[in-house]
């Protein structure tokens, strides 16, 4: 079967990960969608508009997009576009084998909507009305109509290219079609909204992000999820909402556990409906985790800590001054748990660790689905490039803008099935020696508490003195 059009109307927010988002869905069901009408180089610039055109092979993949894809509102079959009535109807007419069959006793409803622009009602019927033509002879019905059709009007963003407000017939663009499928997938947003959850965390994920990460993962029934850094367990429940088993663990035991008797994850999944999909939960560095063989996930979700709410943290302790005597520490009672000491974790060195650990877990096409903070200033692709390794290979990049820095939603796959041995889990020595670049997520907490100052501004800020460069607020030696 041919590939047909097909209009996609999209949510408002998080325009980049909309591409990601429709080409992991597809994957997971084993189809592929068309972006024949963008050119690579086209495809930054549509996303940021509330419409695209794809190509599906069959209607039933639409359905597929609408049940499960996060940032769709509606997806309608396209009958034709324009810039302008006249050439939209000439399209319409062209275009007559997909709609004709429709004519003789089909129950039907237009609808006209504006996008950056309100349309009155007298706008609306002159619409409608507008495709007489089309000699549809079935009944009108509002309520529960065989089939919808749907016309958009997209104006311009708020106002015309002159500063002047938009005017109705004013636009940049017509589309027309027959509702296919209402994005169902949306609603899961109230449903895991974080104020309503039986347990969460300051640093607990916004709702619609731990969904959109779980599509990332392609999470469905049979597959096994983990995540190694799962504080309250934002990812958890909505990757096993959609049918997968979750194994969570993380250096802090608070963060899972909470205060009450029965651990906060365990409440919150009780309270979704996926308890028995928690496999378990364990407390323990990643860094010296208990796995004895690899390939076990199917895929590894987290969020890893980066410091401006909740720093990373591994085991070991810190590096002294030579000219500091070692601390004196008490011994545990015999009753008294012993608590290991720790050390901060490096965000550059956590991430180039984190994906040598998911290229020796992972199963074979497994993927790594996390988030990177980053500099927007000094960002550039390379610094994620850099931290790949062997038989790991980017799949997906798109970013969550705050101004001057950004967070990233990385998607890496294991493309390999040979095995690896277990990381050694000293990244940060290996990137001091292998690297010249510094990349822009290395020190993140730093840079962030310091405002991001650029480096010029950071240097001025300093004074030099016997070829010693002190700041400010510290004491020269």
């Known amino acids: 079967m041919a590939p047909s059009d097909y209009l996609f109307v999209f949510a408002q927010a998080h325009e980049e990960f909309r591409v990601p988002e429709l080409r992991s869905i597809a994957e997971l069901h084993g189809f592929q969608v068309g972006f024949d009408h963008y050119a690579t180089e086209d495809l930054d610039n549509a996303v940021k508009r509330p419409f695209m055109i794809l190509r599906l092979r069959e209607e039933e993949h639409a359905r597929l997009l609408a049940n499960r894809c996060i940032l769709i509102k509606s997806i309608y079959e396209l009958y034709a576009q324009g810039s302008t009535y006249n050439e939209l109807h000439e399209a319409n007419e062209r275009a007559r084998s997909l709609w004709e069959r429709y004519i003789p006793d089909t129950s039907f409803k237009f609808t006209v909507i504006g996008y950056n622009h309100g349309l009155s009602q007298r706008r609306q019927r002159n619409v409608i009305e507008s495709f007489a033509y089309m000699g549809f002879l079935g009944k009108i019905e509002m309520k529960n109509p065989d089939i919808m059709l749907g016309v958009f009007e997209e104006y311009e963003d708020g106002r015309r290219p002159d500063g002047c407000p938009n005017v109705d017939g004013e636009f940049r663009q017509t589309y027309f079609g027959r509702l296919v499928a209402e994005g169902t997938a949306r609603s899961l947003i109230r449903t895991f909204d974080v104020k309503k959850r039986a347990y969460f965390g300051n640093t607990s994920m916004e709702a619609e992000i731990s969904l959109l990460m ?157 988030f990177l903070p980053t500099v927007t200033e000094t960002y550039e692709e390379v610094d994620i490039q850099a931290a790949l390794c062997e038989g790991m290979e980017l799949v997906g990049n798109s970013v969550q803008g705050f101004g001057s820095w950004g967070r990233r939603l990385i998607t890496i796959r294991k493309a390999t099935t040979e095995s690896y041995p277990p990381p050694t889990f000293d990244s940060a020595v290996i990137h001091d020696v292998a690297s010249s670049r510094i990349p822009a997520h290395k020190d993140f907490r730093e840079k962030y508490f310091q405002g991001f100052k650029k480096a010029s501004e950071q240097m001025a800020g300093c004074c030099q003195t016997n070829d010693l460069v002190v700041a400010p607020n510290q004491r020269s030696p």
């Open 214 to 370: 779980a599509n990332q993962t392609q999470a469905a029934p049979g597959k096994l999820m983990y995540d190694p850094f799962i504080g309250t367990g934002s990812m958890a429940y909505t990757t096993a909402y959609f049918g997968a088993h979750v194994y969570g663990s993380d250096i802090d035991g608070r963060q899972m556990r909470g205060k009450a008797k029965t651990p906060g994850i365990i409440r919150a999944a009780v309270q979704y409906g996926i308890a028995q999909r928690i496999v378990d939960l364990c407390t323990f560095d990643v860094t010296h985790h208990p796995w004895r063989c690899g390939g076990l996930f199917d895929a590894i979700i987290t969020d890893p800590p980066y410091g401006v709410r909740a720093g990373a943290k591994r085991l070991g302790r810190k590096k002294l001054r030579d000219d500091r005597p070692l601390p004196q520490i008490p011994r545990p009672g015999p009753n008294e748990p012993y608590i290991p000491p720790t050390k901060p974790y490096e965000l550059s060195a956590l991430i180039a660790d984190l994906i040598f650990f998911a290229r020796y877990q992972l199963k074979p096409r497994g993927l790594l689905v996390f």
